[in-house]
């Protein structure tokens, strides 16, 4: 949070296709260090097993695909479906990712508005991107997210977090940005709103899923902190 005067939000994908470049040296450097950033990003793979079998996976928000190098190391023969907004960061996906684009499927669309559809996925994760979104859109893609899912199919979520104290904070100075465009639809402007871990839990509980587990945490007391935990879906 800041106390100084903000500027205007930007969109979204405008956002992340004007700081595609540097993107990935912000996350290793910026946001985790070194070592922070490899425990990131294996947290968000490791519920996925070890296995040669053609899994079904959906990334959300897969700007670059940081997460795709340790999800292909658990299961090389998954098929990924990685959307995001930015074509600038799904065009470096791709360029990184170029021996293993036939078992990659990229989406150039709002995961808030695309057609997730009914039990396709064994697996459908999201890596620092849902800390956008307020309870209500939340609500709402957790419960497609549930929709998509197999049945026993688990949603993994890697993502900035904050502590309860904090969390009115945050609110309030995303109403304070978001005034600045008030034709905003959810999810349509770039503004970071962190929840609590545990307003993370009730959220997904609503939507039907079971077994909140934390796998990772980097700092329970921290006002910017990163969490990693998974739910399941009932069989």
């Excluded at 309870?135 to 549930?146: D, F, M, S, V």
């Excluded at 609110?171 to 709103?193: C, F, K, N, R, W």
């Excluded at 871990?197 to 329970?220: H, M, N, P, V």
């Amino acid at each position: 949070m800041t106390t100084e005067t903000t500027p205007a939000p930007e969109p979204m994908a405008a956002f992340f296709d004007r700081r595609a470049a540097g993107y990935d040296a912000h996350m290793c450097s910026n946001v985790f260090t070194d070592a922070t950033f490899v425990k990131f990003y294996r947290a968000v793979a490791s519920p996925i097993p070890e296995t040669v079998q053609p899994l079904q996976i959906l990334d959300l928000g897969c700007g670059t695909g940081l997460e795709i190098e340790f999800l292909l190391q658990r299961a090389p023969h998954a098929q990924i479906t990685a959307v995001d907004l930015s074509e600038g960061m799904l065009a470096l996906l791709e360029e990184r990712y170029h021996a293993q684009m036939p078992q990659i499927t990229l989406v150039a669309d709002s995961y808030l508005t695309m057609d997730l559809g009914a039990q396709r996925y064994d697996y459908i994760l999201s890596a620092m991107t849902i800390h956008h979104l307020l309870h209500e859109p939340k609500r709402r893609l957790y419960a497609q997210i549930y929709a998509a899912l197999k049945p026993g199919g688990q949603y993994i979520e890697g993502d900035t977090v904050t502590t309860a104290a904090h969390e009115a904070a945050f609110l309030a100075e995303y109403a304070e940005e978001i005034a600045q465009v008030p034709s905003a639809e959810d999810g349509a402007y770039h503004i970071d709103v962190p929840f609590a871990i545990e307003t993370q839990r009730k959220l997904l509980s609503s939507a039907g899923f079971k077994e909140f587990t934390l796998l990772w945490q980097l700092d329970s007391s921290a006002e910017w902190n990163h969490a990693v935990y998974v739910v399941t879906k009932s069989k």
